[in-house]
């Protein structure tokens, strides 16, 4: 079965947020590893790990994916904000191997604010240099952003930049989300085969290990990142039908991050998208 799931809080633990993924179909779910503003990452409580873990094997939840805080930036021009980055990746990769070993760790890249695209690759390899180390078990994913404002990882080329820059590369990989692709200028309700195409040239389709599925407020390359609930954005439910079922993406996890103000709006997704894909 297709691992389909959304974004949850673990504000009440992590068995509750499996709970709540299983309650509306999911077999998978995307979680905040702190406040999404930064700030401190919440005591990890053994007891509730343990539940965790048995929730996860009743409900077949096989994966999860970590996402960092957004203000997490790694190539600010402030020296203060760029350490305060390495601190909460260091932070966050140790705190994956507790929870559970083996997962995926979603991050934005970075906004280079005014520093220039090239210094902001530098400044994010840097980073991803000075956290990886040999004994985790964490993979750490790049998200294809909107390329709004000073964002690094507009353009499939910037991240390849920045993996090309990485030591242990074999630690990376990519989550793309449709709408922040599609922001972009990446067609994927009119071309998606061309979008795949490009992507498997400029990073290959090994590093795609996770997708972000947001409609978008906006039309093609407007570079502004407004997620819309699927089927109700410019991109179209079609081009989530074919996403979900296309072969070259069968076994990789889909995460929504769609504004819905109750976990049945995204159970009522689910339901549709598992529909697609048989
Ligand atoms: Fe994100
Ligand atoms: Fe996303
Ligand atoms: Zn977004």
């Given at each position: 079965m297709a691992a389909i799931g959304c974004h949850l809080s673990i504000a009440k633990g992590f068995a509750q947020a499996a709970r709540d993924a299983a309650s509306i179909g999911g077999n998978t779910f995307?979680?905040?590893?702190?406040?999404?503003?930064?700030?401190?990452?919440?005591?990890?409580?053994?007891?509730?790990l343990a539940a965790f873990r048995e929730v996860c094997a009743e409900a077949g939840i096989e994966g999860i994916l970590a996402h960092a805080p957004y203000t997490m930036n790694p190539c600010s021009a402030k020296e203060d904000t760029r350490e305060f980055a390495r601190q909460i990746l260091a932070g966050d990769l140790e705190r994956m191997e507790a929870i559970m070993p083996g997962q995926l760790y979603n991050m934005h890249p970075g906004s280079h604010t005014g520093q220039g695209t090239e210094a902001g690759i530098g400044q994010i390899a840097d980073a991803l240099n000075a956290v990886l180390a040999p004994g985790q078990t964490t993979t750490v994913l790049l998200?294809?952003?909107?390329?709004?404002?000073?964002?690094?990882?507009g353009r499939f080329e910037?991240?390849?930049q920045i993996i090309d820059r990485v030591e242990l590369s074999d630690?990376?990989?990519?989550?793309?989300d449709t709408c922040h692709v599609w922001d972009g200028g990446y067609d994927v309700a009119g071309n998606l085969e061309g979008v795949l195409e490009e992507f498997d040239r400029v990073l290959g389709l090994g590093r795609l290990r996770a997708l972000h599925l947001?409609?978008?407020?906006?039309?093609?390359?407007?570079h502004k990142d407004r997620h819309e609930k699927l089927g109700?954005?410019?991109?179209?439910?079609?081009?989530f039908a074919a996403i979900v079922s296309h072969p070259a993406l069968a076994g990789l996890?889909?995460?929504l991050e769609t504004p819905q103000d109750e976990l049945s709006g995204w159970g009522a997704e689910i339901a549709r998208l598992r529909e697609a894909v048989e």
């Open positions: 995307q979680f905040f590893t702190r406040n999404p503003r930064g700030g401190k990452a919440k005591e990890l409580d053994e007891a509730d998200e294809t952003m909107a390329g709004k404002g000073s964002e690094v990882g910037e991240l390849a630690r990376l990989g990519v989550c793309l947001n409609d978008s407020k906006n039309p093609l390359a407007s109700e954005g410019h991109i179209g439910f079609d081009a996890p889909f995460y």
